[in-house]
């Protein structure tokens, strides 16, 4: 194989990274001949160019005087990926090098990583390699005269049918470097025709269901309570969120907002574009939220750019036209770090570090990237500007310059919303955020946030970091704009002042609690618009900041969602329940259980561990321990310590007890449509976790009709105990036992899967799709 084999005369002599044999990065780098001799595991990386519009692979002829394969026919360009370079960087470099063509890395696709373990040349090499392989999807065939081949690494190159390469390589085929078509390499074979293949009708109908499983909603709310002058400030506010939307989608991946312009601009072509566009919408990325985020689109749905001077050029030929790609399976750590970076060699970095820049690589507000890619764009561009130099690959770049056009945009927006707004705290929180966004320092805008007091109820900026599922660190954009509904403001005091007293008396040893929890104000307000990571399930309440500087020094602050609320309690939770609970006990689901256990569940995410000190006496915090199982974790927690707390609150005569059955089967309910969501979403994987421990503990019932029923017995002394399983495992940073409670009951089992499929034959919707009719008025007048 080229990737392998070559042995070219070097100066001095390639030295390559040394991997585990799972593929992960040691730190540790041998010379070649050392590697291969001694059997270690490396990496190469394998790029295929396919010309949509003919079906074809190019292949190039290997040159004779090659040492291995010499003269035979072999993938499109290959190489190994050398000791400190990137696996893309390493694709895109051997591509310009071996066959003139330069690409951006939006043109890349990873299709699979294939592992070859082999042994030639008499046992004197020996082959251990990972192979990333790229996939580059033009539309038509590169014209052979617009390449500029390697002569010491390529005599020629010819495109081929996909059939008809598969053909020769089944039959061995002398003039070809064999690969086995019916092993781990047939998947190159497969997942292209796959793309091609699926008959539009099919995938009309398959689309179609998925979007039918979202209930749309018109959410609104009355305006008279605001002044002329908030009501103006609204309009540039919805502006501002709607530049949060962009950033988000840059945040998911970096093809993302082409691949969004490209569906919205073709959505009327066909009866599949304009589904493709709708459930698009709904996801704000091609990976489907309810799926376990599998892929609903592929490269081959994707934007088409053209590249005029990415080969030499050709008379009569315009240039290079290709798809903008993305993987199939959704990147875990989305666009916030390089796409080939593993945890390994963020690991190795970050202990590189000195402890400030250490704690600001695991920092919310930043991005990592790589100085290698920047050096090679700024070589395609022809640029000058100096890097700096430095030992790693690896480095931090903050919000406020990775996005920096786009915050510029909405800072402005939000300093003049500020000087129409009538509210002191509002004008406070506007102007500390716009300087926010510029300065990337979000304490003091964070602060206001907390302290907001004003009937137009605003959230925007970088919160939540469920998108980033590599560790956790990193927070994406989002905005909810709306109007503070007083009355039930009021009543919700009870939860804010007691959370102190919940705190002491928490399920857990006393020696993890704290004893200074800050009361957590809660606003309720009926939303008006939201953007940003709101895609798929619709949140129907938050508790913020994140930060746990804030959250150690001032506690949370807490947002419900009333509107929403509302709306799934009608469209889903009482249809779950018409389906899924105990006929005597169905009139026990109420929307004031559902609500109030929403609430509950927000404050508890301000109780419990945060700030944390380890066994061995180093402080840390929950969030950095646990890493990327710390959502689902977290998620679980404010669950069920919310269903404890509010017994607890019963018990001292803070909440009628009548509320009790209700609270127990209404969460019962929510169970399934939280599950619903997915067990690669945080909250359907907690939701997940507790359905089957109450279930486990007999505290729910499944009976011979296959209803669900609640033992009113038992259920107590279950979520206590859960509550400390959970609450203790944070208090320790205990990320094993973490890994440990959510792969045994974060899990789909038989009884859950019963009751997902009654619903889903009755076609209970799974979640909403809110229409927003004050915010799209404001929206058609500024455009």
């Known amino acids: 194989m080229a990737a392998e084999h070559d042995q070219m005369p070097v100066k001095e002599e390639e030295y390559l990274d040394v991997l585990t044999k799972t593929g992960e990065k040691t730190g540790i780098s041998k010379p070649r001949g050392d590697v291969h001799r001694a059997g270690e595991y490396h990496r190469a990386v394998h790029v295929w160019i396919f010309a949509e519009s003919t ?62 373990e082999c042994t030639i040349n008499d046992g004197k090499f020996i082959n251990n390699e990972y192979n990333d392989v790229y996939l580059v999807t033009t539309i038509d065939p590169i014209p052979l005269e617009a390449f500029t081949l390697q002569e010491s690494e390529v005599s020629a190159v010819k495109y081929l049918s996909l059939e008809e390469y598969r053909q020769v390589l089944a039959q061995e085929h002398p003039d070809y470097v064999p690969y ?297 954009f989002e905005a909810f704009i709306g109007v503070r509904d007083d009355k039930a403001t009021a009543q919700l005091k009870l939860f804010g002042d007691h959370l102190q007293i919940l705190e002491k008396n928490l399920p857990m040893d006393n020696i993890y609690k704290s004893e200074n929890v800050t009361a957590a104000p809660i606003r309720v307000i009926q939303l008006l618009y939201n953007a940003g990571d709101v895609k798929g399930p619709q949140t129907v309440a938050f508790n913020l900041p994140n930060d746990e500087r804030i959250v150690k020094d001032r506690g949370t602050s807490m947002v419900m969602l009333k509107n929403v609320s509302e709306a799934k309690f009608k469209l889903i939770l009482k249809p779950i329940a018409d389906v899924c609970i105990m006929e005597e006990q169905r009139d026990f689901v109420d929307f004031e259980s559902f609500f ?45 310590v919310g269903l404890w707390a509010l017994r607890f609150l019963m018990d001292k005569d803070l909440l009628p007890k009548s509320l009790a059955k209700s609270m127990y089967v209404s969460f019962l309910a929510g169970c399934f449509r939280s599950v619903r969501f997915g067990l690669e979403e945080a909250h359907g994987k907690g939701q997940a976790l507790q359905f089957n421990y109450l279930f486990e503990k007999g505290a729910f019932i499944l009976h011979p009709d296959e209803t669900f029923a609640v033992d009113f017995e038992k259920v107590e002394d279950s979520v206590a105990s859960l509550s400390r399983e959970i609450l203790t495992i944070q208090a320790r940073g205990d990320k094993e036992a973490a890994r440990t409670l959510l792969q045994k009951y974060g899990v789909m089992t038989p009884p859950l899967k019963r009751a997902l499929e009654k619903l889903e034959t009755v076609q209970v919707p799974v979640d909403i799709i809110p229409d927003f009719p004050i915010a799209n008025q404001i929206l058609r007048y500024i455009n």
Request: proline residues 4%; hydrophobic residues 35%; aromatic residues 10%.
């Open 55 to 116: 079906q074809q692979l190019l292949l190039q002829r290997r040159a004779d005087s090659k040492d291995s394969w010499a003269g035979l026919w072999d993938i499109s360009s290959a190489g190994h990926i050398s000791a400190g370079d990137s696996s893309l960087i390493s694709a895109m470099r051997e591509l310009q090098e071996e066959l003139g063509v330069t690409l951006p890395k939006d043109a890349f696709e990873l299709i699979f990583v294939f592992l070859q």
């Open 596 to 640: 109030t256990h929403t609430i509950c569940h927000e404050c508890c995410h301000g109780i419990g561990p945060h700030t944390i000190t380890l066994p061995n006496g180093q402080k840390s915090t929950v969030r950095l321990e646990l890493q990327e199982l710390h959502s689902s974790l977290e998620e679980a927690k404010a669950d069920i």
């Open 180 to 476: 086995d078509v019916n092993e781990e390499y047939g998947q190159l074979f497969t997942i292209i025709e796959k793309r091609y293949k699926e008959n539009a009708e099919a995938r009309s109908l398959t689309l179609d269901k998925q979007l039918n499983r979202y209930a749309s909603t018109s959410l609104s709310a009355e305006l008279t309570g605001l002044t002329a002058a908030d009501k103006e400030a609204l309009t540039l506010l919805v502006k501002a969120a709607t530049i949060m939307d962009k950033i988000f989608y840059l945040q998911v991946w970096y093809s993302n907002p082409s691949l969004r312009d490209w569906l919205k601009e073709n959505a009327d072509k066909s009866q599949l574009d304009k589904l493709k566009w709708m459930y698009y919408v709904i996801n704000k990325s091609p990976w489907s939220c309810l799926d376990e985020n599998e892929a609903f689109l592929t490269t081959a749905d994707s934007a088409v750019k053209l590249l005029p001077n990415a080969t030499k050029p050709v008379p009569g030929w315009k240039g290079l036209e290709y798809r903008t790609a993305f993987p199939a399976a959704k990147p875990p750590g989305a666009n916030f770090y390089p796409p080939d970076m593993d945890k390994m060699e963020f690991n190795l970095w970050k202990d590189s570090l000195q402890e400030d820049k250490r704690e600001e690589a695991m920092g919310f507000f930043n991005v990592i990237r790589r100085h290698s890619e920047s050096l090679f764009e700024d070589t395609i561009s022809q640029k000058t500007e100096n890097v700096t130099s430095s030992s790693h690959d690896l480095y931090v770049v903050p919000y406020s310059q990775e996005y920096n056009s786009l915050l510029a945009e909405a800072a402005t927006l939000l300093r003049e919303a500020g000087e129409m707004a009538s509210s002191s705290s509002l004008k406070r929180l506007l102007s500390s955020k716009s300087d926010a966004f510029l300065s990337n320092d979000y304490y003091d805008s964070d602060i206001a946030w907390m302290e907001l007091d004003s009937k137009l109820d605003v959230t925007i900026g970088p919160y939540e970091t469920y998108e980033d599922s590599l560790f956790g660190y990193k927070a994406t």
